[in-house]
């Protein structure tokens, strides 16, 4: 354990591996429960797009504060939640990812069905 000592920016800093090690068991225990759904293509193709725009913004935003405040745990911290916010915007299976499903044919069947010719 980490001896206490106040910092100049008045923070205290504290070992906090016991609550990551926590948060991470409870998110993996969360997604395990969640119901599994399809995902189609385009809902793929939206859920990598607002990864990147998010995780982007977030850290963006988390630099400006970090810049203009002087102080990098909160940098971290902007950054940290913001990777959170993330995680819950993508990870779950909303219904928004599966707007566009695809058809496919049922299990053991060979046949291909005709198409239309069109004269």
Not at 7 to 36: A, E, M, Q
Not at 43 to 49: I, K, N, T
Not at 77 to 99: E, H, M, S
Request: with cysteine; aromatic share 12%.
């Amino acid at each position: 354990m980490m001896v206490s000592k106040q910092l100049n920016n008045g923070y205290t800093p504290i070992d906090l591996r016991w609550l990551h090690c926590v948060s991470l068991f409870c998110l993996l225990w969360w997604s395990s429960l969640t119901p599994t759904r399809p995902q189609d293509y385009e809902g793929q193709r939206l859920a990598e797009l607002l990864t990147t725009v998010l995780l982007m913004f977030v850290g963006i935003v988390a630099w400006v504060v970090g810049y203009v405040m002087q102080d990098l745990s909160l940098t971290a911290y902007i950054g940290l939640g913001g990777t959170a916010l993330t995680f819950l915007a993508i990870v779950p299976p909303w219904p928004f990812y599966n707007k566009n499903p695809q058809i496919w044919l049922p299990a053991g069947t060979t046949e291909v069905m005709p198409q239309k010719k069109e004269n």
